[in-house]
């Protein structure tokens, strides 16, 4: 026989655990955020959230720098989100399934006839690209067309046009297109844009309160700037929405990205089954997620980039606990920013970083100057300097400091990439996330 506590000494023991639940090093947090922030490491905004409660807050930088007017950010501002818009239409998407207006067996043809191999692409292949349809932001002419205005039968043009990559559902690469394509199909089958369909399905619906799809970003309304740090923040030109929409439109908070997340792992937007189905991996990607591990823990979401902005979302199940940063302003990589932030949340070791740079004179920079290219990869790299700062750009990219480690070596934070120049052979390695190419000096 068990015998049962009194009802007051169990109220003690769930208001313990309560507190114990919600008990994080928030002086630890600051701390890393108030660093990031003196060192001109990171501009940008965090929230945590655990057991579908917002604990923990953070906005740090500038939303605007106009010479020495800045405007603060703050936890309400808002930035573009990049790919992670994708999370927003593939749940649109899985809502029109349920209603019957589609299936993830529906082929592209249905609405897109004109584009390669569309008799064989099934929204499926779509949603976790294994369509085989050519990711057209990495074409050389995004860079003359993304500022501008775009219909959906111009961009319609542009994928019709381009090669496809490989049969659908040979293997999996990741495709903007697919996501583009399918923010246009929520638009044929309800008969509504799809800012009207996200404020209907997602954003009402669960309270999302500056959540919206973007438009040319207004100070006014609170909206970032994005920016480049070359000595200086400097402020990027921006991406006409109308040319990602689907795949990289939205504009949201942290706040309201954890929300979101919560919610649908809380099946308020889709349904159970329907999220196993966005969860479940097949050649490393899921139906508009991916898996972000820390540690020993599974995490599920999406990052996004465009323009200057970096922005990272997960979801861990066991704990109940969902992430978000923003940034519209980075040197060091978000993925650390976040590795950081989950580690003193959940009290593992971690090391505050110092930001130290080796200095260099102006004429140290010459040796690694010029132009690089790589038989491995279809990448130009351009090195050049500013000042006692040496500059990496690619081709159709921004242009990045790179802070010197010593021993001919350099560091780019925001990408956890390592150039190693030998100067004799005038080469360079550029080793990221364990893979390594090496570059020849062309000019």
């Not at 990052?303 to 970096?310: H, K, M, W």
């Not at 922005?311 to 990589?333: C, E, H």
């Amino acid at each position: 026989m068990t015998r049962k506590l009194p009802l007051a000494l169990l109220l003690v023991f769930v208001l313990l655990y309560s507190c114990k639940s919600q008990s994080i090093n928030k002086t630890g947090l600051d701390s890393f955020f108030v660093a990031l922030n003196a060192h001109n490491q990171s501009m940008g905004s965090i929230a945590i959230s655990s057991n579908g409660k917002i604990v923990y807050q953070k906005a740090i930088g500038y939303s605007q720098i106009n010479g020495d007017d800045k405007t603060l950010a703050n936890i309400k501002t808002k930035y573009r989100v990049g790919s992670i818009s994708k999370m927003f239409t593939a749940v649109m998407i899985f809502q029109l399934i349920e209603e019957g207006k589609l299936t993830l067996h529906t082929t592209l043809d249905k609405y897109y006839p004109q584009l390669p191999n569309a008799n064989k692409i099934t929204i499926a292949e779509m949603m976790n690209h294994h369509s085989g349809l050519y990711n057209f932001t990495n074409d050389s002419l995004y860079a003359k067309y993304k500022g501008k205005l775009m219909s959906e039968t111009e961009m319609a043009e542009i994928f019709t046009k381009e090669k496809p990559d490989f049969e659908p559902g040979l293997k999996a690469e990741y495709s903007n297109t697919n996501f583009v394509l399918l923010g246009y199909i929520i638009e044929k089958i309800t008969g509504k844009s799809y800012s009207e369909e996200l404020k209907k399905r997602i954003t009402s619906k669960i309270g999302l309160e500056d959540t919206y799809y973007g438009g040319k970003a207004n100070p006014l309304k609170n909206e970032a700037y994005s920016y480049n740090y070359v000595a200086k923040w400097e402020q990027l030109s921006e991406t006409d929405m109308s040319t990602v929409g689907g795949a990289g439109a939205i504009v949201s908070t942290p706040t309201d990205l954890v929300k979101f997340i919560d919610a649908l792992f809380a099946d308020k937007l889709i349904s159970g089954a329907n999220l196993e189905n966005m969860e479940m991996m097949k050649d490393n990607f899921g139906m508009a997620m991916i898996i972000i591990p820390f540690e020993d823990k599974k995490g599920y979401g999406h990052n996004g980039g465009i323009d200057g902005f970096l922005s990272q979302l997960a979801y861990f199940p066991v704990d109940k606990l969902a992430i978000a940063y923003t940034a519209n302003g980075v040197r060091s990589s978000t993925t650390d920013i976040v590795i950081g932030a989950l580690s003193i949340y959940y009290n593992k070791p971690f090391v505050m970083p110092e930001y130290k740079t080796i200095a260099l004179s102006n004429i140290d920079l010459d040796k690694y100057l010029g132009n690089y290219t790589s038989s491995q990869v279809a990448l130009k790299i351009a090195i050049t300097k500013n000042g006692t700062t040496l500059i990496g750009q690619a081709t159709g990219q921004n242009a990045n400091p790179l802070d010197a480690m010593g021993n001919d070596k350099f560091l780019l934070k925001s990408a956890g990439a390592i150039f190693q120049f030998d100067t004799t052979k005038h080469t360079f390695t550029l080793s990221q996330r364990g893979t390594t190419y090496l570059f020849t000096k062309v000019n």
